[in-house]
């Protein structure tokens, strides 16, 4: 029978904490969130979020671009919206403020503060509601939004290309601690022994791992505050 050593087994219990506390999700300003959360920030853990969040940047580009050229082409605002809304399911709301005669730029902002993708719905918001106030065109208006979101998106890019440094930074240091002891234990001393087996062990290795888990959380909290519209 193998025999497995209890530094091994210490050493992939503290690897497997390690990548627990590695961030995989994202923070949310309190500005964003709506309910009895509101005014506090909220820890999201969801692999996919940060990829949700760029597919939703890039629909509400997209239509925005679309209903430039729906208006552009003739159509009324009402249809412009329903067809734009067939490529982004979310936008039925607005739609169906539409089709009630409520008000759409409300609507396409209630939208904007409900997912945190789609916050450059604010611009199409605001350009609806010139259009509408002062009768100027607003496929006009649609087309210098889209390329201004345009012009945001490339400084998105650039951001999270920079931040992306910052938090691989992050995990090259959550991985540090076991890798130290790896080191420590091939070298001959027995780190294990002390952390597992003393009461001041135990707590170094609570400490640790609470200051650990304290810094990733403030450099994601960091770079999602750098990244944010």
């Not at 450059?120 to 009768?135: F, I």
């Not at 001393?189 to 597992?196: M, V």
């Not at 001041?200 to 400490?207: D, E, F, R, S, Y």
């Amino acid at each position: 029978m193998v025999s497995i050593e209890p530094a091994w087994v210490a050493a992939a219990v503290l690897a497997l904490a390690v990548f627990a506390l590695v961030p995989h999700g994202t923070t949310i300003p309190a500005s964003r969130v709506r309910g009895p959360r509101a005014g506090r920030w909220r820890w999201r853990w969801r692999p996919g979020r940060r990829r949700t969040v760029a597919e939703d940047r890039a629909a509400v580009l997209e239509l925005c671009d679309l209903l430039a050229a729906e208006l552009a082409a003739g159509r009324p605002p009402g249809s412009a919206l329903a067809s734009a809304s067939e490529r982004w399911a979310p936008l039925s709301a607005a739609v169906e403020a539409s089709r009630l005669g409520a008000d759409v730029p409300e609507a396409l902002r209630r939208l904007a503060s409900e997912r945190p993708g789609a916050s450059d719905l604010r611009w199409v918001a605001a350009a609806w509601q010139v259009a509408q106030d002062s009768g100027h065109g607003l496929a006009a208006a649609l087309e210098r939004t889209a390329a201004g979101l345009r012009v945001r998106r490339r400084t998105r890019r650039l951001v999270d290309s920079e931040l992306a440094s910052a938090r691989a930074t992050a995990r090259l240091v959550a991985a540090l601690p076991v890798a130290v002891l790896l080191m420590g234990s091939g070298a001959g001393s027995d780190p294990w022994s002390f952390l597992l087996t003393t009461p001041i062990g135990w707590l170094c290795l609570v400490l640790g791992i609470g200051l650990l888990a304290l810094g990733l959380w403030w450099i994601e909290r960091l770079a999602d505050r750098a990244a944010a519209p």
